[in-house]
């Protein structure tokens, strides 16, 4: 037989009595607390009473864990100062061990929590119910985890997951972060987060000392905990880490050709697009080609980008303009015509011309002299290059 080693607690060994102080700790840390179903409030504006509906929730009272199942409406009494529903339970082993549904002004620490009653009036009645603050499992609560190392060391760990950008899955083991360098004074926050190029653990350690210190810039980070150290600080304990793991968002992917992050705000943008005011859509006109030659009717361009070309006839009588455009060169498609203007002193045309197609200007009719050919692209990088 195996030895004791490590001081063992088993729940249950093999013929030993099922009493309930083994059974009733037989999930704590294992099972996530909290109402797994029902448990909603149904209520009457201004009458002070609530309803409960059944519900199944896993509670605890510190030692002892149990699951617990209401089959029944329960109707309780809120007031202005006990605005919240509560669940709470104490095993003290008798046959009455069954949880408490009640109305309490603070929830205690293991209390589970249905929802926060809101009052108006004078005097005050039931207006409102929110479920805010309610206690869900979080079933997901070792993926990513940043939890203390157990040793006393300004480092924290981290438990394994799994992380998806835009191509490819990426595996990250149970591991330990770098060393934490505290601050000179006060206070700060530093952010856990995973590199989503490389998925790598990474520390920022970008925030400001303070008495009330303020995290960093969460951009472009998927940020695992929020970690606050003071300058005297030998160890990271569970109460200078903050969870705010998201586990269905992660930062989107950019390539920077037409959408970039924003390094002031932090938010996306596209190229020529002040924060997320629209300054200016389109590039600057320009009736030059890449190279700085003046852009010709009857040659063949390729666009580097969305734009319009604009194209007008100014002497001369009896004209009109073609426009073709398309993925083929020489294009052959014709997108724009107005051969309706045959008989008018100006033939003019506006086309849109797509990224990496190419486009060209015919004049068609009697004595076409000259013509002006304008080009503007969507974004400020686009030209037009002469085959």
Same mark, same amino acid.
């Given at each position: 037989?195996?030895?004791?080693?490590?001081?063992?607690?088993?729940? =249950? @060994? *093999?013929?030993?009595?099922?009493?309930?102080?083994?059974?009733?700790?037989?999930?704590?840390?294992?099972?996530?607390?909290?109402?797994?179903?029902?448990?909603?409030?149904?209520?009457? %504006?201004?009458? !002070?009473?609530?309803?409960?509906?059944?519900?199944?929730?896993? +509670?605890?009272?510190?030692?002892?864990?149990?699951?617990?199942?209401?089959?029944?409406? &329960?109707? @309780?009494?809120?007031?202005?100062?006990?605005?919240? &529903? =509560?669940?709470?339970?104490?095993?003290?082993?008798?046959?009455?061990?069954?949880?408490?549904?009640?109305?309490?002004?603070?929830?205690?620490?293991?209390?589970?929590?249905?929802?926060?009653?809101?009052?108006?009036?004078?005097?005050?009645?039931?207006?409102?119910?929110?479920?805010?603050?309610?206690?869900?499992?979080?079933?997901?609560?070792?993926?990513?985890?940043?939890?203390?190392?157990?040793?006393?060391?300004?480092?924290?760990? +981290?438990?394994?997951?799994?992380?998806? #950008?835009?191509?490819?899955?990426?595996?990250?083991?149970?591991?330990?972060?770098?060393?934490?360098?505290?601050?000179?004074?006060?206070?700060?926050?530093?952010? &856990? *987060?995973?590199?989503?190029?490389?998925?790598?653990?990474?520390?920022?350690?970008?925030? #400001?000392?303070?008495? !009330?210190?303020? %995290?960093?810039?969460?951009?472009?980070? /998927?940020?695992?905990?929020?970690?606050?150290?003071?300058?005297?600080?030998?160890?990271?304990?569970?109460?200078?880490?903050?969870?705010?793991?998201?586990?269905?968002?992660?930062?989107?992917?950019?390539?920077?050709?037409?959408?970039?992050?924003?390094?002031?705000?932090?938010?996306?943008?596209?190229?020529?697009?002040?924060?997320?005011?629209?300054?200016?859509?389109?590039?600057?006109?320009?009736?030059?080609?890449?190279?700085?030659?003046?852009?010709?009717?009857?040659? @063949?361009?390729?666009?580097?980008?969305?734009?319009?070309?604009?194209? *007008?006839? !100014?002497?001369?009588?009896?004209?009109?303009?073609?426009?073709?455009?398309?993925?083929?060169?020489?294009?052959?498609?014709?997108?724009?015509?107005?051969?309706?203007?045959? *008989? /008018?002193?100006?033939?003019?045309?506006?086309?849109?011309?797509?990224?990496?197609?190419?486009?060209?200007?015919?004049?068609?009719?009697?004595?076409?002299?000259?013509?002006?050919?304008?080009?503007?692209?969507?974004? !400020?990088?686009?030209?037009?290059?002469?085959?």
């Amino acid at each position: 037989m195996p030895a004791n080693i490590g001081n063992q607690i088993v729940s =249950i @060994i *093999y013929f030993a009595p099922g009493q309930s102080s083994i059974v009733n700790r037989r999930h704590k840390s294992i099972r996530m607390l909290g109402i797994y179903s029902g448990g909603y409030v149904s209520f009457t %504006p201004g009458i !002070n009473n609530v309803n409960i509906s059944p519900l199944v929730c896993e +509670i605890t009272d510190g030692t002892h864990q149990v699951r617990v199942q209401t089959t029944s409406t &329960v109707n @309780i009494a809120v007031t202005s100062v006990n605005l919240y &529903v =509560i669940l709470r339970w104490t095993y003290t082993g008798a046959t009455s061990d069954y949880m408490e549904i009640l109305a309490v002004s603070t929830p205690a620490t293991n209390d589970v929590i249905i929802g926060k009653c809101s009052f108006s009036g004078s005097p005050p009645t039931l207006q409102g119910f929110g479920y805010g603050e309610r206690s869900t499992p979080n079933t997901q609560d070792l993926f990513l985890k940043v939890e203390p190392t157990g040793e006393t060391e300004l480092r924290v760990r +981290i438990r394994a997951g799994r992380i998806q #950008t835009a191509s490819a899955d990426i595996d990250i083991v149970d591991q330990k972060s770098d060393l934490f360098t505290l601050p000179s004074a006060n206070s700060k926050v530093y952010l &856990v *987060y995973i590199d989503m190029s490389t998925g790598a653990i990474a520390i920022d350690s970008s925030g #400001t000392e303070a008495a !009330n210190p303020v %995290p960093p810039n969460y951009k472009g980070k /998927l940020v695992l905990a929020e970690v606050t150290l003071s300058s005297t600080d030998t160890n990271i304990t569970k109460d200078k880490i903050k969870d705010v793991r998201g586990f269905i968002s992660r930062p989107i992917d950019v390539d920077n050709s037409t959408i970039e992050f924003d390094s002031t705000t932090g938010k996306l943008k596209v190229k020529g697009i002040s924060g997320s005011q629209i300054s200016s859509l389109f590039g600057s006109w320009m009736d030059k080609d890449s190279l700085g030659n003046s852009i010709e009717c009857n040659s @063949i361009y390729k666009a580097t980008s969305d734009g319009f070309v604009s194209v *007008y006839t !100014n002497q001369g009588t009896h004209r009109g303009v073609i426009v073709k455009t398309d993925s083929s060169n020489p294009p052959s498609i014709i997108r724009r015509n107005n051969l309706n203007s045959w *008989y /008018l002193a100006i033939a003019d045309s506006f086309c849109i011309i797509r990224k990496n197609d190419y486009v060209k200007i015919e004049l068609v009719g009697y004595a076409p002299i000259s013509a002006t050919v304008y080009w503007i692209p969507v974004g !400020n990088d686009g030209k037009l290059v002469k085959q």
